[in-house]
């Protein structure tokens, strides 16, 4: 089976400085960063590909969202990762 996957940003503490803001939404594939800077890409790139392989994430077994954290500790910003299964055509 194939996926979309979409990030939303959940939070942030502190400045983004790639100027992600609450509630933003990127449409991404472990090929594709779609608008998502290079530092939280990175972050979420291993879960991406878990969940492109229909893996699941063992903190969150159910299956299809998963949650990640941007690395700058300083100005922590929180995304949501939903794994949104293809309709076959």
């Known amino acids: 089976m194939a996926y979309d ?7 942030l503490k502190g400045f983004c400085r790639a100027g992600h803001k609450v509630g933003d939404c990127f449409k991404v594939s472990p090929l594709n960063a779609g608008g998502l800077c290079g530092s939280a890409f990175h972050a979420i790139f291993p879960m991406l590909m878990a969940l492109d392989f229909g893996g699941k994430i063992p903190w969150n077994p159910t299956g299809d969202v ?3 954290a ?8 929180t995304m ?3 794994r949104i299964p293809r309709q076959e055509e």
């Open 5 to 11: 996957f979409e990030v939303k940003i959940t939070g």
């Open 66 to 68: 998963v949650h990640s």
């Open 70 to 77: 941007c690395p700058d500790l300083k100005n922590q910003m």
């Open 80 to 82: 949501e990762i939903r």
